[in-house]
């Protein structure tokens, strides 16, 4: 099954769940904020995808973090935050079951999907 990780409210959200219903794929949505997220699968993402890729630098809740944390960041420090702080994790995260992708583009979800 595929599941799209996200928050409801993100816009780049809204529009992969958009192209999702319109090309009628099923998908469970996880929503960080109502659900929030669990450290064993943030570990995993961390593993596949790097903690880099996965952080959101230019949201709101990285940069309300001392700047102290922002540059002692590692990967065990990330998977905290995430924990800690859903929406830190970079949206949306798809999970085919096969492999996970980060971010929306009609391209990007054309070559996933076929």
């Known amino acids: 099954m595929t599941t799209l990780y996200g928050i409801r409210s993100c816009d780049t959200v809204?529009?992969?769940?958009a192209w999702l219903d319109g090309h009628g794929?099923?998908?469970?949505?996880h929503d960080y904020k109502q659900a929030g997220l669990d450290e064993a699968l943030?570990?995993?993402w961390v593993a596949e995808l790097g903690w880099e890729a996965l952080i959101n630098h230019r949201?709101?809740?990285?940069?309300?973090?001392?700047?102290?944390?922002?540059?002692?960041?590692?990967?065990?420090?990330?998977v905290r935050l995430m924990?800690?702080?859903p929406s830190i994790v970079r949206r949306p995260l798809?999970?085919?079951?096969d492999a996970r992708h980060l971010g929306f583009s009609d391209s990007q979800y054309r070559g996933i999907f076929g």
Do not use: H
Request: glycine content about 8%.
């Open 25 to 29: 794929i099923e998908y469970a949505f």
């Open 14 to 17: 809204r529009r992969a769940r």
């Open 59 to 78: 949201g709101t809740t990285w940069r309300k973090l001392p700047e102290v944390v922002r540059e002692g960041i590692d990967a065990e420090s990330a």
């Open 83 to 85: 924990v800690e702080n």
């Open 42 to 44: 943030a570990r995993t």
């Open 94 to 97: 798809l999970d085919t079951g």
